[in-house]
């Protein structure tokens, strides 16, 4: 997440959001926490070139980017009792999100492992209905009298 989503939920500006992270530095290794580099910024900024920024939203400095164990560190970063509320409803979000990729894989897994398994049934169907289609060799005629 975004260190601005982060500041806005949690009613801080994002300035404050990064100065308490850069004077706990050794709480967000780059595992938990870090900095885009020019071109995913402009790759970011791309998506707001058809309007205009509000005077101070530009971006002078690279924004931070959180990973979800960094967001669970920025709780004992931000002591207020609205960062601690949004920290669980984020860590909550998060471990849906998990069990929905988790589901989605097993079923990607079921649905795969089916195909393999009538691909070879369908494979024989398709021989049989191939065999009845093509046409039945014409017995030759005897060249002669008979």
């Known amino acids: 997440m975004f260190d601005r989503d982060l500041a806005e939920l949690y009613g801080v500006e994002t300035k404050v959001l990064n100065r308490a992270v850069r004077r706990n530095k050794d709480r967000f290794p780059e595992d938990f926490m870090f900095k ?14 058809i309007g205009t920024l509000k005077r101070g939203h530009n971006i002078k400095y690279a924004p931070m980017v959180f990973t979800e164990q960094g967001v669970a560190m920025l709780s004992s970063v931000l002591n207020s009792k609205k960062a601690i509320q949004v920290n669980i409803q984020i860590m909550r979000t998060f471990t849906k999100l998990r069990e929905m990729l988790a589901s989605n894989k097993e079923l990607r897994e079921k649905i795969e492992k089916l195909e393999r398994k009538y691909d070879q049934q369908f494979q024989a169907v398709f021989a049989a209905i191939k065999k009845l289609l093509a046409p039945e060799p014409k017995p030759k005629n005897d060249i002669g009298f008979r």
């Open 36 to 49: 885009l580099n020019p071109k995913e910024i402009a790759i970011w900024e791309s998506r707001f070139q």
